[in-house]
């Protein structure tokens, strides 16, 4: 019945394929038998007819089990979610139902316990397990005002959070329908094998009609010319091919989720093992992104170090941007008072504006004097700008002081760039800070080149460059103000994402932000390929040896039974799942 029923759905999705050559083959086998009972001259093969059907029957079953396996770790992502959550309503905890909770409620979470929802820390400490969703392996400390993610586990200490992503909004909801529609996705290998596996079934049926006219004629032999078409079949069913490509697509999707790695495109994905260069944005991709305040230094009598900053923390306050976070921190730890601003304007690639006092305020970079045509500042020799990142502070146009932040490089960063190099993968920097920090992370990394003061819609200009040069570019970025040169990219693959799945540009997600992820990636996308080709050239291999046995070409010395013949492609079948099951991310040391 599986096999009639899917030659009916192939043949009204107009894709002839395997369960047609197989419905085929046992259909001529069973009416030619009943015809036999029925008088005609000849030999029924019932016994080799059910046998066949056992054993095709099997295969479909192991393949069937094959993809299930491939897809357990997705649905053990399903079962990370508690069924009951603790809240605080009108004072009181309260258990209710998962899906009772809403966004703005405050959640406990006791030591142990699963966390039902996205959310931000508003009370107590804990580390937090989140290794089935992002690979780290080691719990994270985590304290108020720090992020956690649905089914993470919280660890010794009680946490208390007030829920922003609930039920669809979650991390690992999102997580879920990108890897199921990666793994829906057909990459361009597959293509390749949906194609051979058509042209095989018409080979398939064209030569086992052949086969059937020459040894009938050459015989007169009605029930060997049959059993040797049904043979040729039921052999050549491409089974194996039609399992190849698939079963390694679910693998390698699901696997990279697990890991951190979030697949949205495949065949950028594949893409990865033909790069030849990848360009990585500086801030909080290869340095940590978390700029601290180093010399904030006076211009004009006017004003003191405590009063830039605190014009400075008031433009700043709206920014999400590292700087902003800089600024911010030192406000607090000199304890002085945040003042409103008004108007607030985010210059990308330049800066914050806003109006503070009845004042305009302007906290921005070097970028922003070249962007109005002034002449910018002399910067005191004391600066070191191979390691400082300057900020002037302006108030009605006149700079009244310089702000200077250091960075430093990203635990990993170093293993990313040399394993790249051992890969023949150029790494280039690109950055909106100045030429001096650009060239010094730069050379500390040993990369083989660097963009500086380019503005977030000059990075999509750039990677045309290289592309245009014949290159194959990888632009990693942070997915916000990267998003035109991520689109633009061959592979574009969004760091430092967090919890924000949705980098709508990106092909590719690196949850954890590790730049060595960027260099596994490549790797696994490698290994994916291997393994695809691998089942590739069994699979086809398997038919151009069994195809001719199945004929008899080897009559009368050797004859391949219908049976024998379906055992041997349900042997295909299961070499070509437990190679795409032997696939293996590998580990960071």
């Not at 015809?35 to 479909?60: K, N, P, R, S």
């Amino acid at each position: 019945m599986p096999f009639l029923k899917g030659m009916v759905g192939e043949i009204r999705a107009k894709a002839i394929g395997m369960m047609t050559l197989v419905a085929i083959a046992i259909s001529v086998a069973y009416f030619y038998s009943t015809a036999v009972v029925f008088g005609l001259q000849g030999m029924d093969f019932f016994w080799e007819l059910a046998t066949l059907i056992v054993i095709m029957l099997l295969g479909h079953w192991l393949e069937m089990r094959s993809q299930m396996a491939a897809s357990k770790a997705l649905q053990s992502l399903v079962a990370l979610l508690p069924n009951e959550v603790t809240v605080e309503r009108n004072g009181e905890a309260l258990k209710i139902k998962l899906e009772e909770l809403k966004n703005g409620e405050t959640v406990i979470i006791r030591p142990g316990e699963k966390i039902p929802a996205d959310g931000v820390i508003s009370g107590g400490n804990s580390s937090v397990n989140e290794s089935m969703l992002t690979g780290e392996s080691v719990p994270v400390k985590k304290q108020a005002g720090g992020k956690v993610i649905a089914g993470s586990i919280n660890g010794d200490g009680m946490l208390k959070i007030t829920a922003t992503g609930v039920g669809k909004d979650s991390y690992l909801n999102k997580v879920i329908n990108l890897v199921q529609e990666a793994q829906e996705a057909k990459s361009n290998t597959q293509n390749l094998a949906d194609k051979v596996a058509k042209w095989l079934t018409f080979i398939a049926i064209a030569v086992g009609v052949g086969t059937f006219i020459y040894w009938f004629s050459s015989s007169g032999d009605l029930a060997f010319a049959l059993e040797r078409m049904v043979t040729v079949m039921v052999t050549a069913c491409p089974h194996a091919l039609g399992v190849a490509i698939p079963l390694v697509v679910a693998i390698s999707t699901t696997l990279s989720a697990t890991n951190g790695l979030l697949i949205r495109n495949r065949t950028a994905f594949e893409t990865t093992r033909n790069l030849s260069t990848i360009i990585f944005d500086k801030t909080g991709t290869l340095t940590q992104g978390s700029h601290a305040v180093e010399r904030v230094i006076p211009v004009t009598d006017e004003y003191t170090a405590d009063d830039i900053i605190m014009y400075a923390a008031a433009v700043q306050q709206n920014s999400e941007h590292h700087i902003a976070k800089g600024v911010m921190t030192t406000l607090k730890e000199r304890s002085l008072e945040l003042w409103n601003s008004e108007d607030f304007q985010y210059m990308q690639g330049i800066g914050v504006q806003g109006v503070v006092n009845k004042k305009k305020v302007v906290a921005a970079g070097p970028n922003y004097f070249k962007a109005n045509n002034l002449s910018m500042p002399e910067i005191p020799t004391e600066i070191n700008q191979d390691a400082e990142t300057v900020n002037f502070v302006l108030i009605n146009d006149k700079v009244i002081g310089i702000i200077t932040l250091a960075d430093s490089i990203r635990q990993g960063s170093q293993e990313a760039i040399d394993e790249l190099r051992k890969m023949n993968i150029k790494s280039f920097l690109l950055t909106g800070d100045n030429e001096h920090i650009a060239k010094a992370v730069s050379d500390k990394l040993g990369m083989d080149g660097f963009m500086a003061n380019v503005l977030p819609h000059q990075k999509q200009e750039k990677v045309k460059e290289y592309q245009a040069a014949g290159e194959i570019v990888a632009m990693t970025g942070d997915g916000v103000n990267d998003a035109p040169a991520l689109a633009q990219a061959d592979v574009g693959i969004a760091v430092g994402s967090g919890t924000d799945v949705a980098a709508e540009t990106a092909d590719i997600i690196l949850v954890n932000s590790d730049p060595r992820d960027v260099m596994k990636l490549v790797d696994f996308g490698k290994r994916t390929y291997k393994k695809m080709v691998q089942n590739l050239i069994w699979a086809v291999g398997y038919n151009v040896v069994a195809i001719p046995l199945a004929a008899g070409i080897l009559y009368p010395n050797f004859v391949l039974s219908p049976a024998m013949g379906a055992v041997l492609m349900s042997v295909s079948t299961i070499v070509v799942a437990i190679n795409a099951s032997l696939l293996k991310l590998k580990p960071l040391k």
